[in-house]
């Protein structure tokens, strides 16, 4: 039995969607435990390129797919999700299952996340405009709308129309809007047909989850975002608003710390980061562009480009902590095969001048301090055998796991399945 958590080590985007596919064949269940839409997993299957925004990646292997108590869930486009699935021959009904806790993301919370980053102007979060600030707030204040809530209708009804009166007061008096207000009878109507839709996914996930735990089934725990994103550890205001470390996956699922076996942290060879906030190994020369262009390095969820930088390893050392990670996958090494050299930053200057080793509480106005590697230079996509990686590249691949700590188990060396070594397989499942 082995229950496995799947992080990004960065600003997300690291490739946890590949390797959940990757490891999905030996795995009974995945799992998601926080965030929403606003994550994007792309995974290569066969020739086609398929990204799930919600369903866990595990389901285009028809491995029981669950969305743990921890996510928010737009009912819309989930059932968009569940008709593209539909359309590729791949059907959910007996491998998908929904937390009866799991929150709801309503209209008001998309349209209040869009109105907000309007109104916050240049200091703006740059979020997905996905409604999950707005929804989770909602959770937080203890007046959210749960998914196990629709199956009681008239409940359901009477807690809409509370709602729906106290989002059109803020829609009024905050936002100034009078003419686009939220009508609790449409939207009674539109959920009812959500609700048949959903309704045979609705089940208690942690009884389903730990029921298989104890039935000695090997589970993934599938992260969305990233460890600098996390609404306590990321760089703060500029993060999500759940907790994206693997310790969200107790919570986010129901299952208690002692049940998790390793945490697999995803590490891209590279930093990116999309929407604002500081990102101090970010290039703005011709080395970020080759980055982004190699790379194809646009938003799975927004299409937005992706900032581009050199690999930060104070960052990817502090993860391998806050997460307490048991060995990392690097992923997209090949992405910097015609880099002449690379950098790793190593330590930040400060604002006062010291030259610190560690995350300071701001990542504003710090400075990287860099170590230089050769690249490799030729083209390393596809390869599948350790031995013959370009020996520049294992030197890179030896200098990141020694300054962040944490052993290498798996490396991408392309988009594919097939793209892809297990260096060390005793840790996984
Ligand atoms: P939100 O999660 O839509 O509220 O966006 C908050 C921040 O997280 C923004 O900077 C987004 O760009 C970022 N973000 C949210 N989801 C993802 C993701 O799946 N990958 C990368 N960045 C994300």
Redesign the pocket.
């Known amino acids: 039995m082995a229950c496995i958590v799947v992080v990004?080590t960065q600003?997300?985007?690291e490739g946890k969607g590949k390797v959940v596919d990757l490891l999905t064949n030996k795995a009974d269940a995945v799992v998601r435990y926080q965030?929403?839409n606003?994550?994007?997993?792309t995974v290569m299957f066969g020739d086609k390129k398929f990204i799930t925004h919600l369903i866990p990646s595990g389901i285009l292997q028809k491995t029981t797919s669950i969305l743990g108590n921890g996510v928010v869930i737009d009912p819309e486009e989930l059932i968009n999700e569940i008709n593209g699935l539909k359309e590729m021959n791949i059907s959910v009904d007996k491998y998908f299952y929904i937390s009866d806790q799991a929150h709801l993301v309503m209209p008001w919370h998309k349209k209040f996340?869009l109105l907000r980053e309007e109104q916050k102007g240049n200091k703006k979060?740059?979020?997905?405009?996905?409604?999950?600030?707005p929804a989770y707030e909602d959770k937080i204040r203890r007046s959210g709308i749960r998914i196990g809530d629709l199956l009681h209708k008239g409940d359901f009804k009477n807690k809409l129309e509370e709602i729906v009166d106290e989002k059109n007061q803020i829609l009024n008096f905050s936002f100034k809007i009078n003419d686009e207000t939220f009508n609790a009878e449409k939207l009674f109507l539109e959920f009812e047909k959500y609700i048949e839709k959903l309704k045979p996914f609705i089940c208690n996930t942690p009884d389903l989850i730990n029921n298989l735990i104890d039935n000695n089934k090997n589970i993934i725990f599938e992260g969305?975002?990233?460890s600098f994103?996390d609404i306590d550890h990321g760089t703060y205001p500029?993060?999500?608003?759940?907790n994206t470390l693997s310790g969200g996956a107790c919570t986010g699922s129901g299952i208690g710390p002692t049940r998790i076996t390793d945490v697999l942290g995803i590490v891209k060879a590279y930093t990116?980061?999309?929407?604002?906030?500081p990102f101090p190994t970010e290039l703005f020369d011709k080395y970020g562009m080759l980055l982004q262009s190699e790379g194809n390095e646009f938003?799975?969820?927004?299409g937005?480009t992706?900032r581009c930088g050199w690999f930060d390893a104070v960052l990817v050392r502090n993860a391998v902590l806050i997460n307490g990670i048991t060995s990392i996958a690097v992923m997209k090494l090949d992405v910097l095969d015609k880099f002449k050299y690379i950098k790793i930053a190593i330590g930040y200057k400060l604002p006062n001048g010291k030259i610190s080793g560690n995350i300071p509480s701001s990542l504003e106005n710090v400075t990287p301090v860099y170590e230089e590697m050769p690249g490799w230079n030729c083209k390393t996509l596809g390869i599948t055998d350790y031995e013959k990686l370009p020996l520049e590249m294992i030197a890179y691949l030896e200098r990141i796991s020694e300054i962040v700590g944490a052993s290498v188990s798996i490396i991408s060396t392309g988009p594919k399945r097939e793209n892809s070594i297990f260096v060390k397989h005793e840790n996984l499942l």
């Open positions: 990004g600003w997300g985007d965030g929403g606003n994550a994007g997993h996340d979060i740059g979020t997905t405009g996905r409604g999950i600030g969305a975002q990233g994103l500029y993060v999500t608003s759940s990116t980061r999309v929407g604002s906030g938003g799975a969820t927004t937005r992706r």
